[in-house]
Structure formats: C-alpha cells, structure tokens
C-alpha cells in the first residue's frame, strides 16, 4: 500500500495501460480480432453510405469498401497469400536477420558487444544507443530490425534490463526516424509530396522548394532526442523495469586472443566489402548510382540497402567464425542461417495476421476516409498561430496510430494540409516538419506500426510473457517526452523565425527549417 502510494500519477497510468494491454489475447490472436473488426466495420459504415471526396484528386469520389460483399469475400479468400508474403516487414526481417543471425550465431555480435561496453564510460552508452537508432534512418526500415535486438544484448551484458535497452533503441528508431544528422529518403520521399501539395495553391513558390527544407531543424533534433531518449530511459523506463529476473544471461568476460584476433581480421573484412560496396555507387556510371539530380539518393543503392546491410554483417560473420573455428565448413554456416530462421518462427506467424489486418484496412478506404474527416474539422475550427499547428500535430498524431506508413499518410494529407496551411499565411515546409514530428512520436506506441510485431517477438527472447500491454506502456513515456519536447522546440523556432533575430549590434534574418525553408508563407 505504502509503495503504491509513492508512485506518481504517471507510472500509476502506465500500470493501468499495461495491465488493460496485456489483458488483450496474444498478440497473433488480436491481429486476427482487428482484421475480422475490419470486415464488420467496413460493411457498417458502407452501408451508411460514407464517402468522401479523394484530397489529391479532385473530382474523385472514395467509398468505404464493403469486404463481406460476394466481391469483398472474393478478395479476401483471393489476397489471403498476397497479403501475407507482401507484408512489408517479412522480407526484410527475413533477409536482414539471415547476415545478423550468423554474425550473432559465430560470437561476432557478442565479441563487438563486449569489446564495446569495456571500453566505453558505461554512462554514455544510454546515449549512444538513442542516437545510433536516430541515425539508422539512412538505413530505412532496416534499423527497426538490427538495432532493438543489439539494444537488448548490449543492456544485458553490462548487467542492466535488456528490455529497457530495446526500448531505447526502438525509441531512437522508430520515434526518432525523422530525425537525422543527413538528409535520407524520408525527405525525398516526404519532400516531393510536400512540393506537389504547394504547387496546388502557388506553383511558382513550389519551383523553388527543395527536399532539404527541414535540413537545419532534424540536424538539432537529431541531439534533442538523444538526450531526451536517454533520459527517459534511465529515469522512467528503467526504474520501472525494475530488476531482470528472466533466465537471459550476456556473460561480460574478457576478450581471449582469438576473439580479438577474429575482430581485426572481422573488421578487415567489413572494410574491404564496404569498399567494394562504395564502388558499386560513388563512380559515374557506377551500376548502383542514380541517374537523376540526387544520384545517390534516389538510387538502386538505396533502394538495395537491406540485401546490403545483410552482406556486411554475413561476411564479418563468416570471417569471424573462420578464425575462431565455429565455423569449418559450409554445413555450419547452414546449421547457424537455419537456427535463426527457426528463433523467427513467431514473428512468421505474427507476419500472417497483420499482414491480413493491414491489407484489409488499406483495401476498405477507412484510413482514408478518417484522415479526410480529420482535415475538414481542422479546416472548419478557424484557429491560428501556434494553436493550428499544436492542434495539427495532435491530429496527425492520432491519425498515425491507424495508419503505419508516413509517406501513404503524407500522400494522402499532404494536398489537403499544405493548402490550408498555405492559405492561413504558414510554408508547406512548416507543415510538413509538424507533420513529421506527430508521425514519429506515436509511431512506437501504435500496433498498426509495421513492425511493431516484430519488436514484440524480439522482447518475447527476454520475457515469454510480453504482450501488447507491455510493450505500450513501456514506450509511452518515450511518446509523450518526444511529442511534448519536440512540439516545444518546433514552438520555439517559430517564434524565432518569424522575426529578425538581434544579438547586440549583430542582426540576422529569421532562422529557417532549412535551406530555404522559411516559416511563413508569404504569397
């Protein structure tokens, strides 16, 4: 009773969310529910007769589709193995965990992992976790994969709760992931939408945006959330964890002289197919380079990044477990790839359900629909200043929770909001850094996320028991101190960057969001 009454309102909140979450079935099973839920709800709300107006085609009206209609049923029996083998995620865990596997399966991960917590001041590792899954953004999704199991071995090995390191990494992932010290293909991809949303309203100011409008702001972000990140960890999360009792041990020993000689000749390896990767896309003409204005980033490189992250952790495996002898033949490499593949068992099944409830949300046109509904009450409130935006970035926060992917939202948002936005005196480059910030922040604390299935098979390793509940609470807080301290420096910077700024006898513009990235719009 005494401890109960120590703890703030807070944590008695996560406790509540935990325990309601974890009430909900297994995590296979309520995919499944949802997917059904989809089928009643999209015949309901079809035969209300709902439709709307599509925001990026004009004329084009969207109905809610009825999926347990003699055509809905055709398709879902039809889509059934299309939407499991298309589900995002499975490929690219799959493929992915094949390199790490064997790099983890050999004692390579381990090794680095030890090596790496005997040399660095323990107090900065927090903080290195959180920026690592910030960067991974370069990589796309394929952070989601290789970082939060890395977070969760690298907390047990110094001894700390090694769900609290998987949190931190996912935090950095996931919350973080329009954050970043370069420009990656979320700006690419968001940019062009955004460009094509202003050029409704004034396409001669679109000729002259650029997809590194939000350049300066992610660059200071991408320390922001560091700390932040850190600092939840180590002051809610963890406390909260409490102590790891589960049967998961990372012994911290020191290197033995073969491990050390099976890191250099690891690390040679890694530098030589990093080169030889380089070669395939820095020379003009090189097969892997673009064609176009950003070669690089629009590039069968980027787009390859996934086969290619698998490759550098496969051949520093292989070597490692050469020189170690844990590998001595081509049977062992078979017996480690084939280990790791049978430890994604779950999350295979896993795939099948969600794969199922994404595929029927999409298919039905209830996101759409919602988002719509979504941008016509904003429109309709007549708010200004930074009110429209704080209430903007609630909105689009709430609508991520439903819908996983940024772009397909941003698509869908982008030629509704930017125009409203434009209209009310703000930039499309403004809305659009709102909109970013709303997507990241509750991307970890949403189960329609595309791989929060996969974090949750990961979490399973250290506690058979992690469900739903779980795995929300103990993300919550990461959700509630981005949104809040990101939203505040957003704030921050309009307000600095709708005047000039004078520092004693110096004075200097507005600051931007970016190279020419201003705050307002000024037609």
Request: net charge negative.
């Given at each position: 009773m005494g401890n109960?009454?120590?703890?703030?309102?807070?944590?008695?909140?996560?406790?509540?969310?935990?325990?309601?979450?974890?009430?909900?079935?297994?995590?296979?099973?309520?995919?499944?529910?949802?997917?059904?839920?989809?089928?009643?709800?999209?015949?309901?709300?079809?035969?209300?007769?709902?439709?709307?107006?599509?925001?990026?085609?004009?004329?084009?009206?969207?109905?809610?589709?009825?999926?347990?209609?003699?055509?809905?049923?055709?398709?879902?029996?039809?889509?059934?193995?299309?939407?499991?083998?298309?589900?995002?995620?499975?490929?690219?865990?799959?493929l992915t965990m094949l390199g790490i596997g064997l790099a983890e399966r050999t004692g390579l991960i381990s090794a680095l992992l030890r090596g790496f917590v005997l040399s660095v001041p323990k107090r900065f590792i927090t903080l290195g976790l959180v920026f690592a899954g910030i960067m991974?953004?370069?990589?796309s999704d394929a952070g989601y994969v290789v970082l939060p199991p890395l977070g969760a071995l690298l907390f047990a090995a110094i001894g700390r709760h090694p769900l609290a390191g998987l949190a931190a990494a996912f935090a950095g992932v996931s919350g973080g992931f329009s954050a970043n010290l370069f420009l990656s293909g979320t700006d690419a991809l968001l940019?062009?939408?955004?460009?094509?949303?202003?050029?409704?309203?004034?396409?001669?100011?679109?000729?002259?945006?650029?997809?590194?409008?939000?350049?300066?702001?992610?660059?200071?972000?991408?320390?922001?959330?560091?700390?932040?990140?850190?600092?939840?960890?180590?002051?809610?999360?963890?406390?909260?964890?409490?102590?790891?009792k589960g049967d998961y041990r990372e012994k911290l020993e020191k290197l033995t002289a073969t491990e050390k000689k099976g890191l250099v000749w690891s690390g040679i390896a890694l530098l030589i197919a990093g080169i030889l990767v380089s070669l395939l896309v820095l020379p003009e003409n090189a097969p892997m380079r673009g064609t176009g204005e950003r070669p690089i980033i629009e590039s069968p490189f980027m787009s390859s990044l996934v086969p290619i992250i698998a490759l550098l952790f496969f051949i520093p495996g292989y070597v490692y477990g050469k020189i170690t002898k844990d590998i001595r033949n081509d049977k062992d490499v078979a017996a480690r790839l084939t280990d790791t593949m049978a430890s994604m068992g779950m999350f295979i099944v896993l795939a099948f359900t969600a794969g199922q409830f994404v595929a029927y949300f999409n298919e039905s046109n209830l996101g759409l629909v919602l988002g719509v509904y979504g941008a016509e009450f904003l429109n309709s409130i007549n708010l200004d200043g930074i009110p429209l935006v704080l209430l903007f970035i609630a909105i689009?926060?709430?609508?991520?929770?439903?819908?996983?992917?940024?772009?397909?939202?941003w698509a869908m948002m982008a030629p509704v909001f930017v125009p409203i936005m434009m209209n009310l005196g703000y930039s499309p480059e403004l809305t659009q850094m709102a909109y970013r910030i709303a997507d990241s922040s509750t991307n970890i604390?949403?189960?329609?996320?595309?791989?929060?299935?996969?974090?949750?098979?990961?979490?399973?390793?250290?506690?058979?028991?992690?469900?739903?509940?779980?795995?929300?609470?103990?993300?919550?807080?990461?959700?509630?101190?981005?949104?809040?301290?990101?939203?505040l420096m957003l704030?921050?910077?309009?307000?600095?960057?709708?005047?000039?700024?004078?520092?004693?006898?110096?004075?200097?513009?507005?600051?931007?969001?970016?190279?020419?990235?201003?705050?307002?719009?000024?037609?």
């Amino acid at each position: 009773m005494g401890n109960q009454k120590r703890k703030g309102l807070f944590q008695r909140f996560l406790d509540i969310v935990e325990l309601v979450g974890n009430k909900l079935p297994h995590p296979v099973t309520l995919f499944a529910i949802l997917a059904l839920l989809v089928l009643v709800v999209s015949a309901i709300v079809s035969s209300l007769g709902v439709s709307v107006e599509h925001p990026g085609k004009e004329g084009e009206i969207v109905e809610v589709k009825n999926l347990l209609n003699a055509e809905g049923i055709q398709y879902i029996f039809e889509s059934m193995t299309d939407n499991f083998i298309g589900f995002a995620p499975l490929g690219v865990v799959l493929l992915t965990m094949l390199g790490i596997g064997l790099a983890e399966r050999t004692g390579l991960i381990s090794a680095l992992l030890r090596g790496f917590v005997l040399s660095v001041p323990k107090r900065f590792i927090t903080l290195g976790l959180v920026f690592a899954g910030i960067m991974s953004s370069v990589a796309s999704d394929a952070g989601y994969v290789v970082l939060p199991p890395l977070g969760a071995l690298l907390f047990a090995a110094i001894g700390r709760h090694p769900l609290a390191g998987l949190a931190a990494a996912f935090a950095g992932v996931s919350g973080g992931f329009s954050a970043n010290l370069f420009l990656s293909g979320t700006d690419a991809l968001l940019g062009e939408l955004t460009i094509a949303g202003a050029s409704i309203i004034d396409p001669a100011y679109a000729d002259n945006m650029n997809i590194a409008m939000n350049y300066w702001f992610i660059i200071v972000s991408t320390f922001v959330l560091t700390f932040i990140g850190a600092w939840v960890t180590e002051r809610v999360v963890e406390p909260r964890l409490g102590e790891y009792k589960g049967d998961y041990r990372e012994k911290l020993e020191k290197l033995t002289a073969t491990e050390k000689k099976g890191l250099v000749w690891s690390g040679i390896a890694l530098l030589i197919a990093g080169i030889l990767v380089s070669l395939l896309v820095l020379p003009e003409n090189a097969p892997m380079r673009g064609t176009g204005e950003r070669p690089i980033i629009e590039s069968p490189f980027m787009s390859s990044l996934v086969p290619i992250i698998a490759l550098l952790f496969f051949i520093p495996g292989y070597v490692y477990g050469k020189i170690t002898k844990d590998i001595r033949n081509d049977k062992d490499v078979a017996a480690r790839l084939t280990d790791t593949m049978a430890s994604m068992g779950m999350f295979i099944v896993l795939a099948f359900t969600a794969g199922q409830f994404v595929a029927y949300f999409n298919e039905s046109n209830l996101g759409l629909v919602l988002g719509v509904y979504g941008a016509e009450f904003l429109n309709s409130i007549n708010l200004d200043g930074i009110p429209l935006v704080l209430l903007f970035i609630a909105i689009a926060a709430f609508i991520n929770i439903f819908i996983g992917s940024a772009s397909a939202k941003w698509a869908m948002m982008a030629p509704v909001f930017v125009p409203i936005m434009m209209n009310l005196g703000y930039s499309p480059e403004l809305t659009q850094m709102a909109y970013r910030i709303a997507d990241s922040s509750t991307n970890i604390i949403s189960p329609l996320m595309t791989y929060f299935a996969i974090i949750i098979a990961f979490a399973q390793k250290y506690d058979k028991k992690m469900g739903i509940g779980t795995l929300v609470s103990t993300m919550i807080p990461y959700s509630v101190f981005f949104l809040v301290g990101w939203t505040l420096m957003l704030v921050i910077w309009m307000l600095l960057g709708t005047a000039p700024i004078e520092l004693g006898p110096i004075e200097f513009g507005p600051i931007e969001l970016g190279p020419n990235g201003p705050i307002l719009y000024n037609n």
